[in-house]
């Protein structure tokens, strides 16, 4: 028997009371999110001052990296997994409200906004986003915490009989395609009140413990003391490929997209973070400075 997913009301509050402002849940992780890369990184700025950062100047930090983070969220989720229909009607690109967030268009937002501030803060890219990738993790684990309250991006079916499975009503017209496409699952079915569902991953909570709270604590252990430059960066970028490549065998293909030749989008776009962290992490211990 899986479990059932609880059913959170997507609404936490209403401000004003009944019928005023909601205030969902998934915004209150983005915010939950925020506000623990300024606590983090003030601390770190503090207990690390040879790392060359102000714990003031975390709130301009702060500041860029959500412009990044929702204006490249966005975009990457048009360009990566919709443009077809966002070109046919491109005034729904504004609206934010329906959904649609990518993970790697945002974290191309965020590396826009470093390169901007470094900038104007005359320092080296590298030195910025070094300081700030062990400030990531919990936030995105924040975010996969909001995506399970919400009941969405579901994980794959399966006839494994984990205790951990869950069945999931917000799927239940993907579990009915499902089973149409492959009858043999039908006797996987488990009728709940008006559904009949199919047990799933609760790959969310994979994402949440992987990519957010493992990868925090490699990430916050490695960076306890000054490493090679770009040898953070490399980390965060090989753990994260690494962990969000594995999670999405578990997690449910985006249905407009499939898989291509076996792999889903994210997985795809996982692989060359991977690549790339490989490749900084050999260039950062290679440096004449760590070889000295």
């Known amino acids: 028997m899986a479990l059932i997913h609880p059913q959170f009301d997507a609404v936490a509050f209403s401000i004003g009371g009944e019928g005023g402002w909601p205030v969902h849940w998934y915004g209150l992780t ?5 506000l623990m890369f300024l606590l983090l990184g003030k ?3 503090k207990t690390l001052p040879e790392l060359g950062f102000k714990p003031l100047e ?3 930090i702060l500041f860029y990296g959500v412009l990044g983070v929702i204006l490249g969220g966005r975009i990457g989720y048009v360009l990566f997994y919709k443009p077809a229909e966002f070109l046919a009607h491109p005034a729904d690109i504004f609206k934010v409200w329906q959904g649609g967030m990518s993970f790697h268009g945002g974290f191309l937002g965020v590396l826009v906004a470093m390169i901007w501030y470094a900038r104007k803060t005359n320092r080296g890219f590298w030195q910025i986003t070094d300081f700030i990738a062990p400030l990531v993790p919990l936030g995105l684990a924040s975010g996969r915490l909001g995506n399970f309250i919400n009941g969405e ?3 794959r079916v399966s006839d494994a009989g984990y205790s951990w499975l869950m069945l999931f009503p917000q799927a239940a017209d993907a579990d009915a395609l499902y089973v149409n496409e492959h009858p043999a699952s039908a006797a996987l079915l488990q009728q709940i009140g008006q559904y009949s569902m199919l047990p799933r991953h609760p790959s969310q909570i994979y994402q949440l413990l992987g990519e957010g709270v493992l990868l925090f604590v490699i990430l916050w252990w490695y960076a306890r ?3 090679p430059t770009m040898a953070v960066s490399a980390v965060f970028l090989l753990g994260y490929g690494v962990l969000r490549f594995l999670a999405e065998f578990a997690r449910e293909p985006d249905d407009f997209l499939g898989l ?3 792999f889903s989008m ?11 962290g490989a490749i900084l992490l050999w260039r950062a211990y290679q440096s004449p400075k760590h070889q000295s």
């Open 58 to 60: 975390l709130d301009d």
């Open 225 to 227: 003391k000054v490493r």
């Open 153 to 155: 991006l579901w994980g």
């Open 260 to 262: 291509f030749a076996g």
């Open 43 to 45: 601390y770190r700025a």
């Open 30 to 34: 983005y915010l939950a999110a925020f």
């Open 266 to 276: 994210g997985q795809i776009l996982s692989l060359p973070m991977i690549v790339l």
